[in-house]
Structure formats: C-alpha cells, structure tokens
C-alpha cells in the first residue's frame, strides 16, 4: 500500500472523532523539512473538512452545536462580518458544496507546480450511502492550482502570515450526499526540488484517524452536501 502525505475527503454520513495532539506533534515539530501540513490542535487541516461537522453536540472549543451541522470554531481575529457569515450561515448546512468546490491543503515551503499532477488524487467511495468497490473506483478529474492563503493569530492581526498552498477543484460535479477521498501522496516537491514529509501529528496518526482498508487508507476528513 502507498503511503500518504496528507488527506482529505468529502463525506456524506460519518464524521471523524475529534483528534487532540501532544507537546512536540505540530508541524515542523520533529519532522525537518517540507512538509504538508496537519495540526487539528491548533485548526490546521485541510478543509473543507469533517473536523468541523458537528458529532457530538459541541465543536472543537467545546460551544454547543447542531450534531450532524458544520460546526467551524472561531478563529483568530475574527470579524463581526465574518462571525455574522460563520454562525449564520456556514454552520447552518449539512455540509459542502458539490459544483467546483474548491478544497485546500497548505504546506510550510512552495510548491513545484509540475509535481502536481498524479500525486493529488481523489476517488469517490460511495453512491449515496452504498459503498463503491474500491476495484471500480475512477479518480474523479481535478484541477490543481499551487496558491497561498493568510493565516491570522492572536495578537498580530494586523500582520498575517502568508503560509503556502495547493487550491483542488474537481471539473465535475460531485455527487450529493456520496463520499470522496482527496490523498496527497509522496511525489510532489518543493520549488527547489525537495520531497515533502507529512507532519509528526500526521505520521503518528495516519493509521488510525477513520483508517479504511479499501482505499488503501485513505482518510475521511470532509463532506458535501
């Protein structure tokens, strides 16, 4: 079985238990070099995402939420027009989007934008609720687009970091209420040609965060509607 860097999924019926880290498991701690990204601690993950759909009555802060809504936490510097959109409208949906819904992963060093294309790839896991046999899996055509995205912290909100990134788009619709697995997987490089690692917190739980045998363990960590 492959190994992978970092995933994300869309998924229609089951979330993931909430996943804690330890002292010394953030990106870059322990881990040198590139890496992709993955820190729920500290809301690190690849999003969309179903660390932020609501399984147990309260989000990742411990705020009540609606069981089976988007349940995004606030987040640093946050604005009365951004928690107005957040609490108002984000997480009063069962989900995401299906038509060009644009998913994200960030990683610590720039990307070289040709070691893209095969080492991003996702697959559709099941038709509604029924489970899709991995054999006839067909990855579901993606467009891949090497961007940046801000990263506020308390305290310094008027001085964002810039922290790079990988922008997936699927060129067909997906399918509502269905499960698809978006895999990072070894073979993307740096800008000046480095292999990318997967984080300490990832590395020490790629096995067991909702682990499935069928797609070669692939994770489930996001939904659409």
Known sequence: MQKFLACLLVVA?????????????GPGEGTSGPIVEFDPSNSIVPFPNNLVLCATGTDQTGAPCTIGK?????????????????????NQLDGFGTFEA????????PVD???????IVMYQRTHGTTAIDPSGAM???????PSSTLRFTEGKCTSPATVDAVTIVPLVPLEQKSTYTVAVIPGIKT???KDYSPSSTWAKRKSTVCSSAAFSRRMRLSRVM
């Open 70 to 90: 988007v349940a995004i936490p606030p987040p640093a510097c946050e604005t009365d027009a951004a928690k107005a959109t957040r609490t108002n409208v984000l």
């Open 139 to 145: 990855p579901v055509p993606l467009k891949l687009i």
């Open 113 to 119: 934008p040709a070691t893209l294309d095969g080492h």
């Open 102 to 109: 644009a998913m994200q992963i960030t990683l610590t060093k």
């Open 191 to 193: 800008s000046d040609g």
């Open 13 to 25: 019926t089951s979330g993931c238990p909430d996943v804690k880290t330890d002292p010394g498991e």
